[in-house]
């Protein structure tokens, strides 16, 4: 009998700290950047990349309005992972965990990886860059230089051996201890990331937000088209369906799903940004397994891909052509909709509609088209991130 071993990563992000040197009403970890808060880019990261099976994140017991259902942290940070810990000891049991600051947003898919990849051959492994500028130690008046020679600065996320860490921080509790990787004697140290910056100082934001946007700087734009013919409904319960919304009207749309022409079109103008094929490719009309599917899902796994890639949606906008029904009144609840699939605030997202003035099949009220354009924001190379990221083909 052949055992294949598969190892389960699982990431814990400590968020329980006040952020006292940032300042302000709302604590650092939570305040927006570039349409989401500066958590859930880490967040977003450990659940966008493959290797990683779950995200557990802890909190500050007075932020539950900020981030709900997180796990209790405490007075320190030392204390927060270790309480973080014993949580995911509880609820899983991974091979691995890889622990970050909530503080660290710019956390690339390429870091995940190597930590994951070292951890395979080290129980302890955190990303260091070497000390480049000369290190000088005051004392009194007198100043001295260091040698800097073997001197680096520590980064997160750091990955360990589940059990090996627990057991650790469960003997040291209440002792102070600087970092995570000091508990153990031997700590492989694997090349940082130069844009992987703590958030520490209020300064120090606008240095993430710059390095967030640059990493995205590969715009790219798609589009899609696509037409549904109008038929009298099949049973009593058949909808029509646009942008998600069920729409009162005689007539229904004609298709192997829920023929949502709308969702239809974005979900290829979304594919178009990453050159990745279109709806038919990913969920083939062959494949019984998509009969009357809710066209929703083949927007989400869009988006999905993106997010493998390390993109970033910034803009969408869906145009609908009928004569009938009438868009207007059913617009922004389009946009909702959209939004929560996307995960996308409203001044992204435009729905509008035109009609034909009576002529063509639109014209003729045979059938609806929607035309949707979609604007993504990749990291250049995002084909490298791609290739780490396993792809996965749905329904073909
Ligand atoms: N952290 C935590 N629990 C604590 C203290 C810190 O989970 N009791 C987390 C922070 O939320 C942050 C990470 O540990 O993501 C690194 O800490 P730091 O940058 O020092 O953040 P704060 O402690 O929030 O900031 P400050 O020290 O300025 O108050
Ligand atoms: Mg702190």
């Known amino acids: 009998m052949i ?9 814990l992000i400590v968020a329980a700290g006040k952020g006292e040197r940032f300042g302000g009403d709302t604590p650092k970890q939570y305040l927006p950047l570039l349409g989401k808060s500066v958590l859930q880019w ?3 990261a450990f659940k966008n990349h493959t290797r990683i099976s779950e995200v557990f994140v802890v909190t ?13 942290g405490g007075a320190t940070r030392q204390e927060s992972v270790r309480l973080g810990l014993e949580e995911i000891a509880r609820r899983s049991k991974p091979d691995f965990v890889l622990i970050h600051d909530a503080a660290r947003p710019c956390l690339s898919p390429q870091l995940i990886s190597d930590i994951c990849n070292a951890l395979l051959q080290h129980d302890a492994v955190a990303p260091g860059l070497p000390v480049t500028d000369t290190v000088k130690r005051l004392s009194g008046t007198k100043i001295m230089t260091e040698d800097r020679n073997g001197l680096y600065t520590v980064q997160t996320p750091q990955g360990f051996r589940f059990d090996k860490i627990l057991g650790l921080h469960r003997e ?8 995570d990787t000091s508990l153990f004697d031997d700590v492989k140290i694997i090349p940082g990331d130069r844009a992987n910056v703590k958030i520490t100082q209020e300064e120090d934001f606008a240095i993430v937000e710059k390095a967030l946007s640059d990493a995205r700087s590969d715009v790219r734009t798609g589009k899609g088209y696509d037409v549904h013919r109008l038929i009298d409904p099949l049973h009593a319960f058949q909808k029509l369906k646009l942008c998600g919304v069920e729409i009162p009207h005689d007539k229904v749309l004609e298709g192997h799903s829920d023929a949502d022409v709308a969702l239809h079109a974005l979900t290829d103008a979304l594919l178009a940004t990453i050159c990745d094929g279109d709806i038919g490719t990913h969920f083939s009309p062959k494949n019984p397994q998509w009969k009357g599917a809710d066209s929703a899902q083949f927007l989400r796994r869009a988006a999905e891909l993106i997010a493998r890639q390390d993109g970033l949606i910034s803009h969408v906008d869906v145009t609908i052509i009928c004569e009938e029904p009438k868009i207007g009144p059913h617009r922004d609840k389009m946009r909702a909709r959209i939004g929560g699939l996307l995960d996308l605030p409203l001044s992204r997202i435009s729905v509008k509609a035109t009609t034909t003035e009576g002529l063509g099949f639109t014209g003729r009220k045979e059938g609806i088209a929607a035309e949707a354009v979609a604007t993504v924001r990749l990291p250049f190379g995002a084909s490298k991130a791609a290739n780490i990221c396993e792809t996965k083909k749905w329904g073909t």
């Open 3 to 11: 055992f294949i071993m598969i190892n389960k990563f699982t990431a």
């Open 60 to 72: 500050h017991p007075d932020h539950g309005s900020f981030y709900p259902g997180g796990i209790r």
């Open 42 to 44: 880490s967040v977003d």
């Open 172 to 179: 040291h509790a209440g002792n102070a201890v600087t970092d």
